[in-house]
């Protein structure tokens, strides 16, 4: 590992600080390309104006349209966290603006029966819950669901797709479904200058356009207008989740949110969720969002069914939606341990490869007949982590296909190198799609090992050394004065995610003392004592922990580090979290 640290242009520092930001933040964000305090104005008039989104606008009519006439709508929904959080937001914004409620459906796939998106069978199910003459809106789909929108359009409906996500590619060609209408940044001809928005900032955006064309007909005044920031904590939610990049606008979008469950205005399933995992909505975070409450949400997606959380974030009962996030805890527990299995089945299989990152190969696809679907994902993101190579990892659908799901490295495409593999082996990929980081692919069981053959061909055509080297940015090292628990608070009070990484700093240091603690059964950890040996902590000395690390480290090491809180019988005192070692 070489860990790195950012350049931080030192006039930016001194504007921020003249400005009046905190030092250390002035710091931090000059590093991440802010230049101006303006910059860090996260109000809502900030945000990006719906009408620049391709689409909005005539998504609104349309909306507004079947409102008036009172038909139907079908938000069609997908089985992750983004997915479960845009159809609440779909379901509770319309009634906002004048919906009847029991004129309001969903559905959303089981990812087992029904697979990804808008499919045929998914437009009959809306079809069963509406009726012919019903609007269906996707949320976080719909892009490359050509034949399930061909096959709604034949049955009489119109369609809304919101998403996120690339459009599907024909012989290298972008083709679009025949919707009514399209709202997607990522679309051929939108200028939204976030390309990077969520599905459900997608359709919080449609909800903005939607308000403003209510607004024109005369449906209410602006000074009367139903409030739609009250959505913004699921707007938040599934933004971090979805780990899209958190560009100034999405930014100001989940700070937003956290600032309103912060104060206790939250939906009722979210005050729940916090609760099950254990988190305080006073001090929401970005991190809790990420790892604890999403985690819960998308378990129900990858284990059972997504109706679980979505009836967590619509309902207004505290005390069911108490009953529904422990069982979404209790379905995450699950997955822990179905996710445990798999690892250690996937860590046996990579010991064939060699083992180790200097042994393995450009690119990595593991299958196994026992493997569950609706972990894969979560499988070929640790794989990639441990080994920094592109992986894929499949399980075996209900229908016999093997459904896939991949995670990738900074300078490999993930989407486009599967269209490549398409184009060279056309009868391999029955379907595919994603985004850089992240895809999804199915092929036949027996085509495996084709398919990862051709995907190492194409790894090792783009991935030179210099990619393949694994980097960890820092910002450094900390002032001893910064190693308080105010300061901690602080950091956390920021957002920080995918793109504007939350702080890590590096410094230099003597080993005092260093042992394993935990339940060996169940994974332990390196609990250090650490003394500063570089300039800016001198001779300080530091109780330090690297979760889940088993070896010893040496005497004198360089380290990257977090600062987190440990909280005991009413004190609080800094620990210093071991992230990486140089080597």
């Known amino acids: 590992m070489r860990i790195t640290?950012?350049?931080?242009?030192?006039?930016?520092?001194?504007?921020?600080?003249?400005?009046?930001?905190?030092?250390?933040?002035?710091?931090?964000?000059a590093a991440r390309g802010i230049?101006?305090?303006?910059?860090?104005d996260d109000g809502f008039a900030r945000l990006l104006p719906p009408s620049q989104l391709l689409g909005a606008e005539a998504a609104a009519r349309l909306l507004a349209d079947a409102i008036e006439q009172h038909r139907p709508i079908v938000v069609v929904a997908d089985y992750d966290c983004d997915g479960a959080t845009a159809?609440?937001?779909?379901?509770?914004g319309l009634a906002r603006l004048g919906a009847a409620e029991h004129r309001l459906a969903y559905v959303v796939p089981d990812r087992r029966r029904h697979g990804y998106g808008l499919t045929p069978a998914i437009v009959d199910l809306a079809g069963e819950a509406a009726g012919p003459s019903a609007l269906l809106v996707t949320v976080d789909n719909g892009i490359a669901s050509l034949e399930g929108v061909a096959h709604a359009k034949a049955r009489g409906f119109s369609v809304l797709v919101t998403d996120h996500h690339l459009p599907a590619l024909h012989d290298g060609a972008v083709r679009l479904p025949a919707a009514d209408v399209i709202v997607n940044p990522n679309q051929p001809g939108c200028g939204f200058a976030s390309k990077s928005l969520a599905g459900v900032g997608v359709m919080f955006y449609v909800l903005l356009a939607l308000r403003a064309e209510l607004r024109a007909r005369g449906r209410f005044e602006a000074q009367h207008q139903p409030r739609l920031d009250a959505l913004l904590d699921l707007v938040a939610l599934g933004t971090v989740a979805d780990v899209v990049r958190l560009d100034a606008n999405n930014r100001r979008?989940?700070?937003?949110?956290?600032?309103?469950?912060r104060s206790g205005r939250m939906h009722a399933?979210?005050?729940?969720?916090?609760?099950?995992?254990?988190?305080?909505?006073?001090?929401?975070?970005?991190?809790?969002f990420g790892f604890a409450v999403g985690p819960r949400l998308n378990a129900a997606g990858r284990m059972e069914n997504m109706r679980l959380g979505i009836e967590c974030l619509l309902t207004d009962d505290l005390q069911r939606a108490r009953e529904l996030a422990s069982q979404l805890d209790g379905i995450n527990r699950e997955r822990r341990e179905v996710e445990t299995g798999m690892r250690?089945?996937?860590?046996?299989?990579?010991?064939?490869?060699?083992?180790?990152?200097?042994?393995?190969?450009?690119?990595?696809?593991?299958?196994?007949?026992a493997f569950h679907e609706g972990v894969v994902g979560i499988v070929a993101a640790r794989v990639k982590d441990r080994l920094h190579r592109p992986t894929f990892v499949f399980a075996r659908g209900r229908d016999g296909l093997l459904k896939g799901s991949g995670r990738s490295i900074a300078g490999f495409h993930l989407r486009d190198a599967l269209d490549l593999v398409s184009k060279r082996?056309?009868?391999?990929?029955?379907?595919?799609?994603g985004h850089a980081m992240a895809a999804g692919a199915t092929l036949a069981e027996a085509d495996f090992a084709r398919f990862a053959a051709a995907f190492e061909a194409v790894a090792g055509e783009w991935l030179d050394a210099a990619t393949l080297a694994r980097r960890l940015a820092t910002d450094g090292a900390l002032d001893a004065q910064w190693f308080d628990a105010a300061t901690v608070h602080a950091l956390d009070r920021e957002v920080w995610g995918q793109a504007f990484d939350a702080p890590l700093f590096c410094d230099d240091f003597e080993v005092l003392s260093q042992r394993l603690v935990g339940d060996p059964a169940k994974g332990q950890h390196l609990k250090l004592g650490l003394r500063h040996a570089?300039?800016?902590?001198?001779?300080?000395?530091?109780?330090?922990?690297?979760?889940?690390?088993?070896?010893?480290?040496?005497?004198?090491?360089?380290?990257?580090?977090?600062?987190?809180v440990d909280a005991w019988q009413g004190r609080e005192r800094v620990q210093v979290i071991v992230q990486a070692l140089a080597e």
């Open 253 to 261: 979008l989940v700070a937003q949110g956290l600032k309103r469950i």
């Open 534 to 564: 570089g300039p800016a902590c001198a001779e300080q000395t530091r109780d330090a922990i690297w979760f889940g690390r088993q070896e010893p480290v040496p005497d004198r090491a360089r380290l990257a580090f977090r600062l987190a």
């Open 5 to 29: 640290v950012r350049d931080v242009p030192p006039r930016t520092v001194w504007a921020l600080e003249q400005a009046g930001v905190h030092p250390l933040l002035a710091r931090l964000f």
């Open 87 to 92: 159809c609440a937001v779909a379901l509770r």
């Open 425 to 433: 082996h056309p009868d391999l990929l029955h379907r595919f799609g």
């Open 35 to 40: 230049t101006t305090a303006d910059d860090l």
């Open 269 to 288: 399933g979210v005050a729940a969720l916090f609760a099950a995992a254990g988190r305080e909505t006073a001090r929401a975070s970005a991190f809790d």
């Open 344 to 369: 250690d089945q996937a860590e046996a299989m990579l010991a064939r490869l060699g083992g180790h990152e200097a042994a393995a190969p450009n690119a990595v696809a593991l299958y196994d007949p």
